[in-house]
């Protein structure tokens, strides 16, 4: 195995806020409550969790941007606290959007004004930026103004910017976020490229299936704690005696109703469309599920009716506990 070239140790982040409109109270909060990991070096390690569950602290902590209130962070053997001036020239961390970029400038003047801020000598920055300009596919952008510019090849781009150090590590927080599935697609294609060149990652992500691509090793965070860590395919096996069933009917309502009083069932989770709803159940008996369904709303009530095994993002679901979007989906917990 790699040795792990990220260790972090106990490390705790708190802050006080005030509440109230008139007579304000302050209120602790702990963002972090004493987490440790580890990150191997050449690995991509992902850190997923709900909004507000500490992930983005994390990161920013070990890119020397906030300090630990408790604990130790220490990366390539420097800690994150005391030694932040050594670290951040061999670290890099690209946020997920349009930020961090100059829109008049071209793409690869926006490089060189990175490069200048890093002090990398003139005769380096000819040969290294028409190589990442490559590297991301905006080689024929090179002086096209970033204004100009497409999403997907904006956040290119942010992967150019993150690699102009050279650096060891780099640090991804929400990478694909706003993009279409081709852009998105094409970012986590270079992405692996970087991985394979040797360039360890750290990455932050809201959507299971590029974390389940991607990752060789995924750590869950919820409300500031570590609530598991392993593989893909290892985290996948804690739900393996749960099956997956999903089918789109008319009355998700009823179909919720029916299901919450069966004993094997998980989670329900309810997307609601124009005309229809969609519902996936985890459960441990399958086939008592659709025979409940088929019983209760008959065969004209059901469509599309499949069972599957769990995939990365059921495993969220069991894990956090079934966060939603309240605008479209409804879940229910149950037996969890």
């Known amino acids: 195995m790699n040795p792990s070239i990220i260790n972090v140790k106990n490390v705790k982040r708190t802050y006080v806020a005030e509440q109230g409109l008139f007579k304000k109270k302050k209120k602790t909060i702990e963002a972090l409550k004493g987490i440790s990991f580890e990150v191997n070096k050449g690995?991509?390690?992902?850190?997923?969790?709900?909004?507000?569950?500490?992930?983005?602290?994390?990161?920013?902590?070990?890119?020397?941007?906030?300090?630990?209130?408790?604990?130790?962070?220490?990366?390539?053997?420097?800690?994150?606290?005391?030694?932040?001036?050594?670290?951040?020239?061999?670290?890099?961390?690209?946020l997920g959007g349009e930020r961090n970029l100059y829109w008049r400038l071209s793409?690869?003047?926006?490089?060189?004004?990175?490069?200048?801020?890093?002090?990398?000598?003139?005769?380096?920055?000819?040969?290294?930026?028409?190589?990442?300009?490559?590297?991301?596919?905006?080689?024929?952008?090179?002086?096209?103004?970033?204004?100009?510019?497409?999403?997907?090849?904006?956040?290119?781009?942010?992967?150019?910017?993150?690699?102009?150090?050279?650096?060891k590590i780099l640090f991804l927080d929400e990478p694909s976020i706003g993009l279409d599935p081709?852009?998105?697609?094409?970012?986590?294609?270079?992405?692996?490229?970087?991985?394979?060149?040797?360039?360890?990652?750290?990455?932050?992500?809201?959507?299971?299936?590029?974390?389940?691509?991607?990752?060789?090793?995924?750590?869950?965070?919820?409300?500031?704690?570590?609530?598991?860590?392993?593989?893909?395919?290892?985290?996948?096996?804690m739900v393996g005696q749960l099956s997956v069933v999903q089918f789109d009917c008319m009355n998700g309502l009823k179909a919720k109703s029916l299901l919450s009083k069966n004993a094997s069932l998980q989670h329900i989770e309810e997307t609601t469309n124009d005309y229809y709803s969609t519902v996936r159940v985890q459960t441990s008996e399958p086939q008592k599920v659709i025979s409940l369904l088929y019983s209760g709303l008959g065969e004209s009530g059901i469509q599309n009716i499949s069972i599957t095994e769990p995939s990365l993002e059921d495993v969220y679901l069991h894990l956090i506990g079934g966060l939603k979007d309240e605008q479209h989906s409804s879940p229910i917990m149950a037996n969890s």
């Open 43 to 94: 690995e991509v390690f992902g850190l997923l969790g709900p909004n507000g569950a500490g992930k983005t602290t994390m990161i920013k902590i070990l890119t020397t941007m906030l300090i630990p209130t408790e604990g130790q962070a220490t990366i390539l053997g420097l800690d994150a606290e005391t030694e932040n001036h050594k670290l951040r020239p061999q670290i890099n961390f690209i």
């Open 107 to 167: 793409a690869y003047d926006n490089l060189t004004y990175f490069a200048d801020l890093y002090k990398i000598p003139r005769s380096i920055q000819k040969e290294r930026i028409p190589e990442l300009l490559q590297l991301v596919g905006l080689e024929n952008a090179a002086t096209q103004r970033v204004e100009t510019f497409s999403k997907g090849m904006k956040q290119r781009l942010q992967i150019a910017r993150g690699l102009i150090n050279d650096p």
């Open 182 to 237: 081709i852009s998105a697609r094409n970012l986590r294609q270079v992405i692996r490229q970087l991985n394979e060149k040797g360039t360890t990652i750290v990455l932050t992500t809201h959507y299971m299936q590029e974390a389940d691509e991607l990752c060789d090793r995924i750590a869950f965070i919820n409300q500031g704690e570590l609530i598991a860590i392993d593989t893909p395919d290892n985290l996948k096996k």
